[in-house]
């Protein structure tokens, strides 16, 4: 995997597809607890499909190096991370496509500069003060103290457990246990990546993603939100209530699907990937 120095740390990211692409590239965002392996299924799919995406492991608990103590890992700090990696790499109208706790990311992400991000798309994520939404409240208040997060992600060491309604299970029909394994391990193997974990937890407040939803109607762009119907943290009306705060929203929803679309669904996401990065841009 390619590295890139930027402010917070080193940051690892996977490339995919043709760098002689006509289409502007997709940049994924990630949730809380997971990597860019989540969005493997629909890169290819991408990439079959002559179009270029970077897909970055941010500083989410999964990822591989630690960032810098001093690092700030609130949303907002993560939010000036990705629009760093954005610059650094010169990516310009890009499809900027966000899952989960990434989904708010990227209404942090537009709220403070939306100049290279040309559309939008959202799958199910947090939105006004669902941050994090109700199954994961107590998950989120543990990971606040790094010795009780040092615990969790030893208990998830266990396959059922991890796999269960506890773990990832509520967040996909079709979720490998290799692939939540690989998130857990670099929290299970290198302490400060639990203490970035505990950084980020600490630091969300639902207040402050309620104030980004006032102003996302600012947003110039396109925006698709494609949602799990079949999603028991991210409800179908909040999806739609989100769909109403921007200037041009689209919603379409995914049967069969639960908060991780690209598992369940990668075809139809992929799908509106490729519809929305080939509309024009003012």
Same mark, same amino acid.
């Given at each position: 995997?390619?590295?890139?120095?930027?402010?917070?740390?080193?940051?690892?990211?996977?490339?995919?597809?043709?760098?002689?692409?006509?289409?502007?590239?997709? +940049?994924?965002?990630? *949730?809380?607890? =997971?990597?860019?392996? #989540?969005?493997?299924? $629909?890169?290819?799919?991408? !990439?079959? @499909?002559?179009?270029?995406?970077?897909?970055?492991?941010?500083?989410?608990?999964?990822?591989?190096?630690?960032?810098?103590?001093?690092?700030?890992?609130?949303?907002?700090?993560?939010?000036?991370?990705?629009?760093?990696?954005?610059?650094?790499?010169?990516?310009?109208? +890009?499809?900027?496509? *966000?899952?989960? =706790?990434?989904?708010? #990311?990227?209404?942090? $992400?537009?709220?403070?500069? !939306?100049? @290279?991000?040309?559309?939008?798309?959202?799958?199910?994520?947090?939105?006004?003060?669902?941050?994090?939404?109700?199954?994961?409240?107590?998950?989120?208040?543990?990971?606040?103290?790094?010795?009780?997060?040092?615990?969790?992600?030893?208990?998830?060491?266990?396959?059922?457990?991890?796999?269960?309604?506890?773990?990832?299970?509520?967040?996909?029909?079709?979720?490998?246990?290799?692939?939540?394994?690989?998130?857990?391990?670099?929290?299970?193997?290198?302490?400060?990546?639990?203490?970035?974990?505990?950084?980020?937890?600490?630091?969300?407040?639902?207040?402050?993603?309620?104030?980004?939803?006032?102003?996302?109607?600012?947003?110039?762009?396109?925006?698709?939100?494609?949602?799990?119907?079949?999603?028991?943290?991210?409800?179908?009306?909040?999806?739609?209530?989100?769909?109403?705060?921007?200037?041009?929203?689209?919603?379409?929803?995914?049967?069969?699907?639960?908060?991780?679309?690209?598992?369940?669904?990668?075809?139809?996401?992929?799908?509106?990937?490729?519809?929305?990065?080939?509309?024009?841009?003012?």
């Amino acid at each position: 995997m390619p590295t890139i120095e930027l402010s917070l740390g080193t940051l690892h990211y996977r490339v995919t597809g043709p760098e002689d692409s006509t289409t502007p590239p997709v +940049v994924f965002v990630h *949730g809380f607890l =997971t990597d860019a392996t #989540l969005w493997s299924r $629909v890169t290819a799919r991408l !990439a079959e @499909r002559g179009i270029r995406s970077y897909a970055p492991d941010w500083p989410l608990g999964s990822h591989r190096t630690p960032m810098a103590p001093d690092a700030d890992l609130s949303p907002r700090g993560v939010a000036r991370m990705i629009l760093e990696f954005l610059e650094a790499l010169d990516l310009n109208e +890009v499809t900027l496509v *966000g899952n989960d =706790t990434g989904g708010a #990311l990227c209404q942090f $992400v537009i709220d403070a500069d !939306a100049k @290279r991000i040309g559309r939008l798309v959202l799958t199910n994520c947090d939105a006004f003060d669902v941050f994090p939404p109700a199954p994961f409240k107590q998950l989120f208040a543990l990971l606040r103290s790094e010795w009780r997060a040092k615990l969790l992600a030893g208990q998830m060491r266990f396959t059922p457990l991890r796999q269960s309604p506890l773990g990832f299970g509520l967040l996909a029909h079709d979720l490998p246990a290799d692939l939540t394994r690989g998130w857990i391990e670099p929290a299970l193997n290198d302490g400060q990546i639990l203490r970035d974990v505990s950084r980020f937890a600490r630091s969300v407040r639902p207040s402050e993603l309620l104030d980004v939803s006032t102003r996302l109607d600012r947003y110039p762009g396109p925006v698709t939100l494609a949602w799990g119907a079949d999603d028991r943290a991210f409800s179908t009306e909040l999806g739609r209530r989100l769909q109403r705060q921007f200037r041009d929203a689209r919603f379409v929803s995914v049967p069969k699907s639960r908060t991780l679309v690209s598992l369940d669904a990668p075809e139809a996401l992929t799908d509106e990937i490729v519809a929305i990065a080939d509309r024009a841009v003012a």
